[in-house]
């Protein structure tokens, strides 16, 4: 998991990861403190609360996604697709229900915005020359050449969920960061 830096490594997540396939990943980010629900493949990975008064990790920030190339020569080192957002409000009880756990769970089918479309337009490269990523058939594609290290989004976001399927090279180092600063 990463923010405005390094936050925590779950070596348990290979077991739940699926090999040569897509996986499905939906993460909730809230609160102030940031507080993550991580689920791969159906499962819940992490719980994970950042300490109260943590400094140094904004309250709202950017998405990314990033890929370094894996042990594997493909063109292409990660994949995403049905990449979605939806932004979570102050607690509406038309819109939400809260559970035992203290989290909101949102009505079904409400406001999740789709972040992949051809011109990738939510979207902006991070260093280097911009290049090595596209679009193919609904498909994010993160290539193994190309001089920008990441994509991050355009707009800054809050609380929200995210769902998303990926997959990677065996090898590859890439990841979703949640709520960088510019």
Sequence with gaps: IYS??????RPEGF?????????RCYVRCTGH????????????????????????YAKTGLLGLQVHPGLESEEVAARFKNLELRELPVFDAKEFTL???GFLEAAKDSGW???????????????????????EDGVLCLRTKGGASELRTRADYGDFSLRM??????????GVFLRSSR
Excluded: C, Y
């Design 113 to 135: 915005v789709d972040l992949i479309d051809a011109e990738l337009s939510a979207w902006q490269p991070h260093g280097g020359d911009g290049q090595g990523f596209e679009v």
């Design 4 to 9: 405005d830096g390094w936050l925590m490594h």
């Design 33 to 56: 403190d940031l507080h993550l629900l991580f689920d791969l493949n159906g499962e819940r990975l992490t719980e994970f609360a950042l300490p109260a008064g943590t400094k140094g």
């Design 15 to 23: 077991d739940k990861f699926g090999r040569d396939q897509w996986n």
């Design 165 to 174: 399927e990926f997959k990677t090279l065996r090898g590859a180092n890439s």
């Design 99 to 101: 559970k035992e756990n």
